[in-house]
């Protein structure tokens, strides 16, 4: 094999660890490495002229951490918290320098893998997600999973 062919041929078949989610009918993968904790819903605080994706501050352990609505940046409609849901505190770098921030889910599914060589490309019609917000979409359980650009989405 060229060293090209076994560079793609390793990328194809890695597995990622991952935690799914839900929002609304959509599943979403979340790189296991950014998922610092899962909590129950706690208290907001509405933060003026801030970002419609990320209106409010929560409290986690003392730090504050800016609470983002995934629904608003993918053009889903908002809904009312049920028993399901769930914060899901993450991790990323924003300008070179870490940042927790919290993600409402309207569930959380389990911890589970994917692998790169179930990968499908993300279509260019019939989608109303914004292509760079997308790494990539896959398969699990026999349902398509989307595996959100987080860097992306919250900058």
């Given at each position: 094999?060229?060293?090209q062919a076994e560079h793609a041929s390793a990328d194809h078949?890695?597995?990622?660890?991952?935690?799914?989610?839900?929002?609304?009918?959509?599943?979403?993968?979340?790189?296991?490495?950014?998922?610092?904790?899962?909590?129950?819903?706690?208290?907001?605080?509405?933060?003026?002229?801030?970002?419609p994706f990320v209106p409010s501050i929560i409290n986690v352990?003392?730090?504050?951490?800016?609470?983002?609505?995934?629904?608003?940046?993918?053009?889903m409609p908002l809904t009312d918290a049920s028993a399901d849901?769930?914060?899901?505190?993450?991790?990323?770098?924003?300008?070179?320098?870490?940042?927790?921030?919290?993600?409402?889910?309207?569930?959380?599914?389990?911890?589970?893998?994917?692998?790169?060589?179930?990968?499908?490309?993300?279509?260019?019609?019939?989608?109303?997600?914004?292509?760079?917000?997308?790494?990539?979409?896959?398969?699990?359980?026999?349902?398509?999973?989307?595996?959100?650009?987080?860097?992306?989405?919250?900058?």
């Amino acid at each position: 094999m060229t060293g090209q062919a076994e560079h793609a041929s390793a990328d194809h078949a890695r597995i990622l660890q991952v935690v799914m989610i839900g929002l609304g009918d959509e599943k979403f993968a979340l790189d296991a490495a950014i998922v610092r904790e899962i909590i129950d819903p706690v208290p907001v605080t509405k933060v003026a002229g801030a970002k419609p994706f990320v209106p409010s501050i929560i409290n986690v352990r003392g730090n504050i951490v800016p609470l983002a609505d995934l629904r608003l940046r993918f053009g889903m409609p908002l809904t009312d918290a049920s028993a399901d849901t769930r914060i899901v505190v993450i991790e990323i770098p924003i300008d070179d320098e870490p940042v927790l921030v919290g993600l409402i889910a309207d569930k959380v599914y389990e911890v589970t893998e994917i692998s790169h060589a179930d990968t499908q490309q993300t279509p260019r019609v019939g989608v109303n997600w914004k292509p760079e917000f997308i790494r990539f979409i896959t398969k699990w359980r026999d349902e398509f999973v989307i595996v959100p650009n987080m860097e992306r989405i919250l900058h």
